[in-house]
């Protein structure tokens, strides 16, 4: 549900910056996509991260946020070399996605190291900075 939010706010937000232009309009769309395109990644990754971890197989859960972190900046990196079109407000738009992605990327570069703890004292202050950065997250 909160995705959905997200998607939406970002979307709107991507119209109302970049004005009435067309080419504005297709850049947040094509923005969009790629933050969609992630959707099956995080839910299957959300999924096995939780089995892993009621498991105790924390090695499996550093190679599942390994992973999703390296997809992220793939898409990261693709946002990044896409030319702004010339429209008003395209680069805070811009700046708003990145911190988005920023923040998806941010969550699994937690649950690395929180599968990467060698102890339950490291793995609960892991835990504690995770839960900072959901609460921080309005900030993006």
Do not use: H
């Given at each position: 549900m909160?995705?959905?939010?997200i998607?939406a706010?970002?979307?709107?937000?991507?119209?109302?910056?970049c004005?009435?232009?067309?080419?504005?309009?297709k850049?947040?769309?094509?923005?969009?996509?790629?933050?969609?395109?992630?959707?099956?990644?995080?839910?299957?990754?959300?999924t096995?991260?939780?089995?892993?971890a009621t498991?105790?197989?924390y090695d499996?859960?550093?190679?599942?946020?390994?992973r999703?972190?390296?997809?992220?900046?793939?898409?990261?990196?693709e946002?990044?070399?896409?030319?702004?079109?010339?429209?008003?407000?395209?680069?805070?738009?811009?700046a708003?996605?990145?911190?988005?992605?920023?923040?998806i990327?941010s969550?699994?570069t937690?649950y690395k190291?929180?599968?990467?703890?060698?102890?339950e004292?490291?793995?609960?202050a892991?835990?504690d900075?995770?839960?900072?950065?959901?609460e921080e997250k309005t900030?993006?």
């Amino acid at each position: 549900m909160l995705r959905k939010v997200i998607i939406a706010a970002i979307l709107f937000t991507g119209i109302l910056s970049c004005g009435k232009s067309k080419s504005g309009f297709k850049y947040s769309e094509e923005l969009v996509a790629i933050e969609k395109s992630l959707a099956p990644d995080i839910e299957a990754t959300e999924t096995k991260v939780e089995r892993f971890a009621t498991n105790g197989e924390y090695d499996s859960v550093v190679a599942a946020a390994t992973r999703m972190e390296s997809l992220v900046q793939k898409k990261i990196d693709e946002i990044d070399k896409k030319p702004l079109p010339k429209a008003k407000g395209v680069e805070d738009f811009k700046a708003a996605v990145m911190r988005y992605f920023g923040y998806i990327k941010s969550m699994y570069t937690a649950y690395k190291k929180w599968g990467a703890a060698a102890t339950e004292e490291e793995r609960q202050a892991e835990l504690d900075a995770m839960q900072k950065l959901v609460e921080e997250k309005t900030t993006l």
